[in-house]
């Protein structure tokens, strides 16, 4: 009974069908959606809206925590809903279309969002659509599976619509940490001092005259399409493991090392889970993204605390930890993404940032977002906020990509997301790379002695080696730099064709 949900009675009258509501919703607006990494997000009202757009023109800005889940963003591309999309996204149907042009997305730091929204350098924003699990009896909203930048959307949008979804269990209420900072110049530091830190309210606190409308909905989250570890994960997890092991023996850090953040997706996820074998106990994580391996680390007695944004999970697990999610109250909490990414709380927790690349140079440049320098991939979600502030950053990826065509360690990358100046590790299943307090060209000799992939190494070592002899601080040969790049694009291989015969 959806009633026993919304504890402000005078709300009761405010419920609607999905397609009534989705008419708040006008050409031309700017949409501020909940959805964090296909957990959390707004499932009915998206759907109306694509609808109406078989009839009418539609079109919005749509803005959100980070990617969605139930094929949103892919229904919403097809029905031609969207002009501009922004912070984040991982839907192949919309990738496409952004990389024709057809959709402006805005590629943003996820701690950033909703600072340039405050601050009205971006929005307004019309109409916040926000998924709960109940609403108090002071009108706070009690968000789901993620907290993203809902809070933001919901204090700041003029008209806000729940989607009150009854498959999201009640327990999920007070795992939420709705903290909004101050505004600026006057900002009070924020008070969250370790992963455990509670700072600010169980729900989104909202003068409940601006909810417009509330949606029942049914629907459960997507669950993460995250493939099992395979023999390349596993190395690169081993050699993560015992650098950590050895930055423990240097007496950096202790056995339960520092607060973890681990990306979304298989690498970061088979990093986490070779914790469980691991000689380190009582883990924390701050991170933004919870994913099974915080629950298999939890449930292994290796992990304490964990904050996040978002419970973002396999469906296996899924099935298994939500029915339970109470069980894991007091060890788990749920922060807004400028929280859970905020470069002042990174820092000063001295966070260890494990986040993947799609190519990497040999100087340590990264680039997680752009294949061959021009397509975009998914963006740099929450990467950038982790990687500058972190107390070590580190980048992992596969040596290879399709089959062996690509080199992930290139001369120079097609596109930076983090410079060399952010980037302190990188691993392969190769072997890692050691970048602290090292020069431009003590970097290239470690990346490619310890992170090349054997088919690649002499091509780039004779690449550095006539390099240097040009000089400089980071020597290049310019006209060489996107060789591998432009051999890719015209012969399907970044490997010379005699050396490939060979
Ligand atoms: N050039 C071209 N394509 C490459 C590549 C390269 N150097 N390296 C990998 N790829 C391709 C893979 O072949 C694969 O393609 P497919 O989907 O057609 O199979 C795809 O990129 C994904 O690579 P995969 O090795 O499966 O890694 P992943 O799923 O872990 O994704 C990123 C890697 C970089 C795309 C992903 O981590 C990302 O979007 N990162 C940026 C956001 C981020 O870091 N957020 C962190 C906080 S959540």
């Not at 998206?46 to 800005?61: C, F, G, N, Q």
């Not at 909703?114 to 019309?126: A, F, K, W, Y």
């Not at 009070?188 to 606190?205: D, H, N």
């Amino acid at each position: 009974m959806y009633r026993d949900r919304i504890r402000l009675k005078s709300l009761w009258g405010k419920v609607v069908p999905a397609e009534e509501a989705a008419f708040l919703i006008k050409d031309g607006m700017t949409v501020g959606m909940s959805g964090f990494t296909r957990a959390g997000d707004a499932k009915a009202v998206p759907l109306a809206l694509a609808e109406r757009a078989a009839s009418e023109k539609l079109k919005i800005t749509l803005m959100t925590g980070a990617s969605l889940g139930n094929d949103v963003d892919r229904i919403l591309t097809e029905a031609g809903v969207l002009s501009r999309r922004l912070p984040f996204q991982a839907d192949p149907v919309l990738r496409k279309a952004i990389n024709r042009g057809e959709v402006m997305f805005v590629d943003q730091h996820l701690s950033e969002t909703v600072e340039l929204l405050r601050s009205r350098q971006m929005g307004p924003v019309d109409v916040a659509v926000i998924e709960a699990c109940a609403i108090t009896e002071n009108g706070g909203i009690v968000p789901t599976t993620s907290i993203g930048n809902s809070a933001t959307f919901a204090i700041l949008a003029e008209k806000i619509i729940i989607e009150l979804n009854l498959t999201q269990p009640l327990d999920l209420e007070g795992m939420h940490d709705v903290y909004i900072p101050t505004r600026r110049p006057f900002r009070e530091p924020i008070p969250v001092v370790t992963a455990e830190s509670r700072a600010g309210l169980p729900y989104i606190p909202i003068d409940p005259s601006r909810i417009a409308a509330i949606v029942v909905t049914r629907k459960q989250d997507s669950s993460a399409s995250i493939l099992p570890p395979d023999d390349e994960t596993n190395a690169i997890a081993g050699h993560l493991i015992e650098f950590l092991g050895r930055e423990v023996r240097q007496g950096r850090m202790g056995r339960s090392l520092a607060p973890l953040q681990a990306g979304i997706g298989t690498i970061a996820n088979a990093v986490l889970h070779g914790l469980i074998d691991g000689p380190f106990h009582d883990l924390t994580m701050y991170s933004e993204v919870l994913q099974d391996s915080t629950f298999e680390l939890f449930d292994a007695g290796k992990l304490n605390f964990a904050s996040g944004s978002s419970i973002t999970l396999s469906a296996g697990k899924y099935a298994e930890v939500l029915p339970k999610i109470g069980s894991y109250k007091g060890r788990l909490l749920l922060r807004p993404q400028e929280i859970s990414n905020h470069p002042e709380v990174i820092r000063r927790l001295g966070v260890i940032g494990i986040n993947t690349a799609l190519e990497c140079d040999i100087y340590g440049n990264v680039n997680s977002t752009h294949v061959n320098g021009t397509q975009m991939m998914n963006g740099i979600g929450g990467s950038g906020d982790f990687a500058r502030n972190s107390h070590l950053a580190i980048f992992v990826t596969k040596s290879l990509a399709k089959g062996g065509a690509i080199s992930s360690v290139v001369p120079m990358v097609s596109h930076v997301d983090h410079n060399e100046h952010d980037v302190d590790v990188l691993v392969t299943e190769v072997g890692l790379a050691d970048l602290r307090g090292l020069a431009p060209r003590e970097r290239a000799e470690t990346i490619i002695r310890n992170c090349v992939h054997p088919s690649y190494r002499e091509l780039a070592a004779d690449y550095q080696r006539r390099a240097l002899q040009r000089g400089g601080h980071t020597p290049h040969l310019l006209e060489e730099a996107f060789a591998w790049h432009t051999r890719f694009q015209q012969t399907g291989s970044m490997m010379p064709k005699p050396l490939a015969a060979e």
